[in-house]
């Protein structure tokens, strides 16, 4: 079963509107990242929160993470068509080895209408 | 693009014939890993590698084996394939630092068993 569980899986908005995506996941983790799919592309690694941070920022992107409830979300403001994509979340768990490997929810589609 | 490729980026094979699917390298990085994306499962892990000739299995490992002969390439073998091993197959390479978690994806092959 997937680590990470996102909601919704998938989400319609028009340009200029904000998304925001949230990820659930089950065990204590080291870290969450976030990823970004295009079509029939591969991953591209948008941003890393560690377990001790709370919140963290590049560009449009904002990431928050509660430990406490085994969540995060990310948010992008101000959305372009071009933020059309497939997002991911992936967990590193906590007391691993550092072999780094990743457990990845099930993703949320986002459409970005111009 | 971290200077990752994948070979061949699509395949068709019938059941019961062996796959070979290559992974290559160019910037030296000591971890490798190989997922299957597959509708509603997301990204899972098959197989990893944490140096020449070290390897591990992953959470879908089953029909699955791996080599790693040198640094560059990470290839993933289907003994035989099956029609459930249908599926776009990444292959992800992470930089061998203790704190750097981040990884970088191939363009990915899309296998198709008949």
């Known amino acids: 079963s997937q680590q990470g569980e996102e909601d919704p899986q998938a989400l319609s908005i028009q340009e200029g509107e904000n998304a925001t995506m949230n990820c659930s996941y089950k065990?204590?983790?080291?870290?969450l990242q976030w990823y970004r799919q295009n079509s029939g592309r591969g991953l591209v690694h948008l941003i890393l929160?560690?377990?001790?941070?709370r919140e963290k920022h590049s560009g449009r992107l904002r990431v928050t993470l509660d430990t406490s409830k085994k969540s995060s979300s990310l948010l992008i403001t101000a959305s372009r068509a071009a933020d059309t994509a497939s997002y991911f979340c992936a967990t590193t768990e906590a007391g691993g080895t550092s072999y780094g490997k990743l457990t990845f929810g099930q993703g949320t589609i986002l459409t970005v209408h111009p | 693009d971290a200077g990752i490729t994948q070979s061949p980026r699509h395949k068709v094979t019938e059941t019961g014939t062996p796959v070979t699917l290559r992974c290559h390298q160019t910037e030296n990085h000591r971890y490798m890993y190989w997922y299957r994306q597959d509708p509603g499962h997301g990204l899972r892990l098959i197989h990893y590698?944490?140096?020449?000739?070290?390897?591990d299995k992953g959470e879908v490992s089953d029909g699955y084996s791996v080599s790693r002969s040198k640094t560059e390439d990470f290839l993933l073998t289907l003994e035989s394939a099956t029609s459930s091993q249908t599926s776009v197959y990444f292959c992800a390479i992470r930089d061998g630092t203790g704190v750097a978690y981040e990884q970088y994806f191939g363009p990915g092959t899309r296998l198709t068993v008949t």
């Open positions: 929160i560690r377990s001790n941070e």
């Open positions: 065990t204590s983790i080291n870290n």
């Open positions: 590698s944490y140096g020449v000739k070290d390897t």
